[in-house]
């Protein structure tokens, strides 16, 4: 086999790797079922069972100057102690979240051919197929994706948007990043950034992608696959919507994975690797994946928080010796692509040693 890490390869571009889905649909052989087993890396073996509770964060608090200081007390012990919490009270209207479950849902319940109507291209990550596949030998995600820019509105591609998704997407999406927004003034604040604020929000608040992640049933092997491989979020600030009621997300703390289930209507908010550089590594990103059910497919709309192209990262901390490399917002995007390319974490490219 030859050394793929070597090859310049198109930004983004994966092998073509089976729909999951639509395998999943049949009786898996077990030739195919082979390329998703993790063996020592299955959460069968890895899992610990564990009743914690992720932080809440009650957004209605925070922004309400009656509550604010001690919502945003719970807040710091969040960002600094777990990386992860989950929003409650985040004023996103129920029938916005209502809308968009329902027709992502119907999406995913489209005859492949159709889906593929908004397949990714070649060599771009937007579009419905899977991420980041780069060697024949790779462990697969049990999982298929739609990735799609959403803000600002010029920054997308209305050819990767199923047509029946779009009303309700839009809405969705800027009433999530009033969400990111919001919380991002009060981190700032918190981090006494003083007139550095409009660099932080500018710096996660500007530019929002979304994954719109379906994990299939796996009858066969669910404690032997997984559905999302363990990664930190290569962007500022995510805020998770679980479309349905199936659990799946774990982060890991403390050497241990912990599952989340959030509570109803939460969104779960975790810090990213740009808030990681921003904050001059106080606030960490920490790694989370994802493991799939026996008998329920799941569903979940990752909302990712970063800059526009034109802005740069850099540690915002005044009085601190940084901890890592100022880029500029464009070249980060690339260095991402391509560290995940070559199976590298991207922090050690940017971290000062
Ligand atoms: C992601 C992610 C977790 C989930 O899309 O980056 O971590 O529960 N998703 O789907
Ligand atoms: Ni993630």
């Known amino acids: ?169 839009e809405r969705y999406s800027a009433e999530v990043q009033r969400v990111a927004a919001d919380l991002l003034r009060a981190m700032a604040r918190n981090l006494g950034l003083g007139a550095a604020e409009g660099e932080m929000m500018a710096s996660v608040a500007d530019a929002q992608a979304m994954r719109i992640n379906y994990y299939p049933a796996c009858p066969a092997a669910h404690e032997q696959v997984l559905g999302l491989s363990p990664h930190s979020d290569a962007v500022g600030l995510t805020l998770l919507l679980q479309v349905s009621p199936v659990p799946g997300l774990q982060i890991r703390r403390h050497n241990s994975w912990i599952p989340v289930e959030p509570l109803p209507g939460a969104l779960v908010a975790n810090i990213g690797d740009v808030v990681e550089v921003l904050t001059n590594g106080r606030y960490k990103s920490i790694e989370h994946r994802a493991v799939v059910s026996a008998r329920h497919h799941r569903v979940s709309l990752a909302a990712f928080h970063s800059a526009k192209f034109d802005a740069t990262y850099a540690p915002l901390l005044a009085g601190e010796p940084p901890r890592y490399r100022t880029i500029a917002a464009e070249d980060y995007v690339k260095l991402v692509l391509s560290s995940k390319l070559q199976g590298k974490n991207i922090m050690d490219a940017i971290r000062i040693d």
């Not at 009786?27 to 299955?42: N, Q, S, V």
């Not at 012990?77 to 209207?93: D, L, R, S």
């Not at 899977?130 to 803000?151: G, H, I, N, P, R």
């Open 1 to 169: 086999m030859e050394d793929t890490s070597s090859k310049p390869r198109n930004l983004g571009g994966s092998l073509p790797v089976p729909n999951v889905q639509d395998l999943a649909a049949d009786e898996i052989t077990p030739e195919l079922l082979e390329r998703y087993l993790r063996g020592a890396d299955a959460p069968a073996a890895a899992v610990k069972a564990s009743l914690v509770v992720v932080p809440v964060v009650d957004l209605g608090r925070l922004v309400d100057p009656a509550h604010a200081e001690e919502e945003a007390g719970r807040l710091r012990a969040a960002c600094e102690e777990w990386g992860f919490f989950q929003v409650v009270n985040h004023g996103v209207p129920e029938k916005i979240i209502g809308e968009v479950k329902e027709d992502v849902e119907a999406f995913f319940r489209l005859p492949l051919a159709e889906k593929q109507a908004v397949a990714q291209g070649p060599g771009g990550i937007e579009g419905y197929g899977q991420a980041f596949v780069v060697s024949e030998e790779q462990k697969l995600d049990w999982a298929d994706m739609l990735f799609l820019s959403t803000q600002p509105p010029e920054y997308r591609s209305l050819n990767f948007w199923p047509g029946t998704l779009r009303a309700s997407l």
